[in-house]
């Protein structure tokens, strides 16, 4: 165990802010949401709806927050909303016919998981400080 916390590497920073990202546009769906007026259902509904989105956001946010303060708690909540999103533009580009959508959504996950998922990014979150490439095998 390392007696110095090893330094955020900037691929898990710039995860955090693209992630952040992410919260910031489902926080506006929400607001969208609530201001809607006139749905077949009442207006209930959508402000149901809209605080679902809001809460799911703000645990988006706190992952983005997180990633960005160097926190390795954040990692797995991260790579989570990645996997969920993806399965989102696989809706979007496949039954819904959204296919620019559909892959705007899904390069912009996939590139948030290759950030986490780099050797340098792996070895942050374990926590086996910095990452040598030339250094051997730790078996």
Partial sequence: MPTEAAPTPRGVRV?????????????????ALATQTGHEHGPYSALGTAAYFLVLSAGVLAASVGLLRGRRW???????????????????FGSAGQHVAGVVVAVFCLAIIVLLFTAESRAWAMGVGPYDPDAPDRD
Avoid: H
Wanted: charged content about 5%; proline content about 3%; aromatic content about 12%.
């Fill in 15 to 31: 995860a955090g802010a693209l992630t952040g990202l992410q919260g910031v546009a489902g926080v506006g769906y929400a607001v």
């Fill in 74 to 92: 954040a990692r797995t909540p991260s790579l989570f909303v990645q996997l969920v999103l993806l399965g989102v533009a696989w809706y979007a």
